[in-house]
């Protein structure tokens, strides 16, 4: 059985500044973000465009960890740019400039080897443009979506229409907010679910992540990372190590979610220690492994206290 993750989102140069530095022409964008991070657990086929100034042989760790460039389009022109800084308070990012560049006239078209992927990351990019990669698959099992403000804003009809045809929806909690309209976000997660999505997961940035699915409510909190260079691409790290691990399990029942979600919350942390891929191209699965051990103590808690104030006995007790 193929265990490939079909990745679609940008591919993008971003020129970045965080209190600890600065990259120009970086690589970036979330495809690129989500297919490096899943790639720790599965096969990957990336599907996006770049331009002809794009150089290519900087993927090549990518092609290493089995991500397939078949579906990444070279059309004329200039690559994606994304640019952006970070507040001291690494939660608030001023866009600087989006161009979308070879983006405005890109159609994906699925190399036929790929029609057959059942676990599908929809990565943010035009509603239409995930919409497209739907109409091409055969019979997708799993498909999760991320989406951003500028989307909800300006296609909510076209988003909304991909909403229906997902399983689950991967957003941050503005986002959460602005797409349902509620500000209580586990209500926002309930909206968000009546519009189509049966998993709802929404990152809270340095605060953690939860999960909300009919069969139940779970949380993780983010790992305490002393140095953190750069946010960029954290949330697309976390779906990908997320969707990267459902397609390794083939799991998304709540328990295969919730294991998913802490393989994702692993992976952003290694993901922010650098700028731009650097963290996780030099990540390795044992590192992985490490943190989503570490993620586990944390998210451990105590047998509670009896009336009397000795506490009870544990099951191993
Ligand atoms: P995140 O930090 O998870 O929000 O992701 C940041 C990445 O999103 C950067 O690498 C950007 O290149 C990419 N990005 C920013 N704006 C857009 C956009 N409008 N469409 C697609 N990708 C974008």
Redesign the pocket.
């Given at each position: 059985m193929d265990r490939a993750l079909l990745v679609i989102?940008?591919v993008?140069y971003?020129t970045v500044e965080t209190p600890s530095g600065s990259v120009d022409d970086a690589l970036?964008?979330?495809a690129?973000?989500a297919s490096a991070a899943a790639s720790l657990f599965v096969p990957v086929h990336l599907v996006g465009v770049v331009g002809t100034d794009f150089r290519i042989d900087d993927l090549d760790f990518m092609r290493q960890r089995r991500v397939d460039l078949g579906g990444l389009e070279v059309a004329d022109g200039r690559t994606?740019r994304?640019s952006?800084v970070y507040e001291a308070n690494l939660n608030v990012?001023h866009?600087r400039s989006?161009h979308?560049n070879v983006?405005a006239d890109f159609s994906p078209r699925l190399p036929d080897g790929y029609r057959s992927d059942s676990v599908i990351f929809l990565g943010?990019?035009?509603p239409t443009l995930q919409a497209h990669v739907l109409d091409q698959l055969r019979e997708p099992r799993w498909v999760a979506l991320d989406t951003?403000d500028?989307w909800i804003n300006t296609a909510r009809g076209e988003l909304e229409k991909v909403m229906t045809r997902v399983q689950m929806i991967i957003v941050n909690d503005a986002e959460a907010r602005l797409l349902s309209g509620e500000s209580n976000l586990v209500l926002a997660a309930r909206r968000l679910m009546a519009m189509g999505p049966a998993a709802v997961v929404i990152k809270k940035g340095e605060h953690g992540v939860f999960l909300v699915t009919n069969d139940g409510y779970a949380a993780l909190p983010a790992l305490p990372i002393l140095s953190v260079i750069d946010?960029?691409?954290?949330?697309?790290s976390f779906a990908g190590g997320m969707l990267g691990a459902i397609a390794a399990s083939r799991d998304w029942s709540f328990a295969g979610l919730r294991r998913a979600m802490a393989y994702g919350t692993a992976t952003a942390s290694l993901a922010v220690e650098s700028f731009s891929l650097d963290g996780l191209r030099t990540a390795t699965r044992l590192m992985l492994e490490e943190r989503y051990r570490w993620l586990r103590d944390i998210a451990d808690i105590p047998e509670p206290v009896r009336a009397d104030g000795g506490v009870h006995a544990g099951p191993n007790a």
């Open positions: 989102g940008s993008a971003d970036g964008g979330s690129l973000y994606f994304w952006g990012r866009t989006t979308l983006f943010n990019i035009a951003m500028l946010p960029t691409g954290a949330g697309d």
